[in-house]
Every structure is written in structure tokens, then in C-alpha cells.
């Protein structure tokens, strides 16, 4: 079971940051992923990281602004984000899965979501 925390309120042009728990598991040999969904809105894709390599994967919307890292040590998977604006308001979630890339369809195990609200 993962566990995301972490979400918030915050202003425009903050920071806030993400984290992402495996419950009785470790991410050994998995990808790690976030995704967010905003009301009337798909589902969409916001970072990913290879546990064993630390291989990361961002889209453009995001590039530059958050950054996805692990910590061996925690057995967590953390988000950090930047430069929040407006449009980055969403639900957050964490996902685990065995092959690498952006589609939610190839994350197996998913989180509960965190509320992330950014304010003018």
C-alpha cells in the first residue's frame, strides 16, 4: 500500500513537498510516479524515478519546477515542487509499477492522493 502526504495550500509561486510511503514493501526494481487529477480533468502524469537508478522523467509542464527524488533510507519516493502556479492545483497521487514511462496504465499500485491547492 503507498501512502502519499504532504499536500497543502499554498501561494502562487511557492513550494511544497511530497512524499510517497510503501507500506510493508520496498521499491527495489520498481518505478516510482506521480500523477495529479484536477476536477473534469484526465488523469495526468508528473514525474517518475527509477528506484534502482535514480533514472528520472518529467514533462515539459513541469520540467524546471519540481523534482522527484528517493531516499533509500526511508523507503520513500519524495516530490518536490517549485514555482507553483494556479494550474498545478490537484489531487496527487503516487504509483508503483514494473515498466518505465508515463501512462498511468503501467502502474500497478497506487496511492490514496493528497489535496495540493495553490492560491492566488
Known amino acids: 500500500q503507498l501512502q502519499a502526504s504532504g499536500g497543502g495550500l499554498v501561494q502562487a509561486g511557492g513550494s511544497l513537498r511530497l512524499s510517497c510511503a510503501a507500506s510493508g514493501r520496498t521499491f527495489t526494481n520498481k518505478y516510482v510516479g506521480w500523477f495529479r487529477q484536477a476536477p473534469g480533468k484526465e488523469r495526468e502524469f508528473v514525474a517518475a524515478i527509477a528506484w534502482n537508478t535514480g533514472r528520472t522523467l518529467y514533462p515539459d509542464s513541469v520540467k524546471g519546477r519540481f523534482t522527484i527524488s528517493r531516499d533509500n533510507a526511508m523507503n520513500t519516493v519524495d516530490l518536490q515542487m517549485n514555482s507553483l502556479k494556479l494550474e498545478d492545483t490537484a489531487v496527487y497521487y503516487c504509483?508503483?509499477?514494473?515498466?518505465?514511462?508515463?501512462?498511468?496504465?503501467?502502474?500497478?499500485?497506487w496511492g490514496q492522493g493528497t489535496q495540493v491547492t495553490v492560491s492566488s
Open positions: 504509483a508503483a509499477g514494473r515498466v518505465r514511462g508515463s501512462g498511468p496504465e503501467r502502474y500497478s499500485d
